[in-house]
T-cell receptor, first 115, second 110 residues
Framework: DTEVTQTPKHLVMGMTNKKSLKCEQHMGHRAMYWYKQKAKKPPELMFVYSYEKLSINESVPSRFSPECPNSSLLNLHLHALQPEDSALYLCASSQASRLAGNEQFFGPGTRLTVL | SQQGEEDPQALSIQEGENATMNCSYK?????LQWYRQNSGRGLVHLIL?????REKHSGRLRVTLDTSKKSSSLLITASRAADTASYFC??????????FGTGTSLTVIP
C-alpha cells in the first residue's frame, strides 16, 4: 500500500463547529505532515510529526490542534475557525524522520470551507 | 515565507514540445525537489537533487541546479496532455526549514 488517504474529501463547517480531519498511511513512514494550501498558492507547512511526536509547529493558531494517535494516523482537530481558514488541507508522509532531503507522499487533500 | 520563486507563472505549449520552468531561491540549500500537482489534488514527487549535484534525469524529466546562481530548472521533453499540472520546486536548508516555491502552471494543448 503506497498511498496516503485523507477523509473527508470535502468539509463545510460553521465558525462555532468542532470537526476533525483524518490522515492515514500504511507505508511504515516515520514522519507525517500537515499543509495548508490556498487557491493558486503553494502549500504551507503547518505541523511535522516525527516518530509520533510533534517536532515542528510553524506558529499555527491554536484553533488548529494536531494529534498523532499512532504511527499510521494523523488527525487535525478544528475549532472556532475563521472564513480565511478555508483552504485545501494536505497530509503527507515520508520514510525518514527528517523533513529535509526526503521524498514526501501526499494525500489527495480535504477541501475545507468555513462559513 | 516562501523561499523559491518560479518562472514563468504560467506556460502553455503544444503537445510534443518541451517545457522549461525555473526556480530561484534566496538562501543556501541542502536539497531541492520538484513536485507536480494536478488541479485540486495532492502533490506527487518528481525528482530530488542535492546541493552537490548539477544535473539529474528521470525519464522525460531533466533537472539542473546552479547553486552559484541559486536557481534550478525543470525540463519536460516531448510533453503530453497528461503533463498539464502545476509544478512546484521545494527547498530545504539549515534549521530544518522547508519551503515550496510559487509554482508554474503548465498547460499542454493536445
Amino acid at each position: 500500500d503506497t498511498e496516503v488517504t485523507q477523509t473527508p474529501k470535502h468539509l463545510v463547517m460553521g465558525m462555532t463547529n468542532k470537526k476533525s480531519l483524518k490522515c492515514e498511511q500504511h507505508m511504515g513512514h516515520r514522519a507525517m505532515y500537515w499543509y495548508k494550501q490556498k487557491a493558486k498558492k503553494p502549500p504551507e507547512l503547518m505541523f511535522v510529526y516525527s516518530y509520533e511526536k510533534l517536532s515542528i509547529n510553524e506558529s499555527v493558531p491554536s484553533r488548529f490542534s494536531p494529534e498523532c494517535p499512532n504511527s499510521s494516523l494523523l488527525n487535525l482537530h478544528l475549532h472556532a475557525l475563521q472564513p480565511e481558514d478555508s483552504a485545501l488541507y494536505l497530509c503527507a508522509s515520508s520514510q525518514a524522520s527528517r523533513l529535509a532531503g526526503n521524498e514526501q507522499f501526499f494525500g489527495p487533500g480535504t477541501r475545507l470551507t468555513v462559513l | 515565507s516562501q523561499q523559491g520563486e518560479e518562472d514563468p507563472q504560467a506556460l502553455s505549449i503544444q503537445e510534443g514540445e518541451n517545457a522549461t520552468m525555473n526556480c530561484s531561491y534566496k538562501t543556501s540549500i541542502n536539497n531541492l525537489q520538484w513536485y507536480r500537482q494536478n488541479s485540486g489534488r495532492g502533490l506527487v514527487h518528481l525528482i530530488l537533487i542535492r546541493s552537490n549535484e548539477r544535473e539529474k534525469h528521470s525519464g522525460r524529466l531533466r533537472v539542473t541546479l546552479d547553486t552559484s546562481k541559486k536557481s534550478s530548472s525543470l525540463l519536460i521533453t516531448a510533453s503530453r496532455a497528461a503533463d498539464t499540472a502545476s509544478y512546484f520546486c521545494a527547498t530545504d536548508g539549515t534549521g530544518n526549514q522547508f519551503y515550496f516555491g510559487t509554482g508554474t502552471s503548465l498547460t499542454v494543448i493536445p
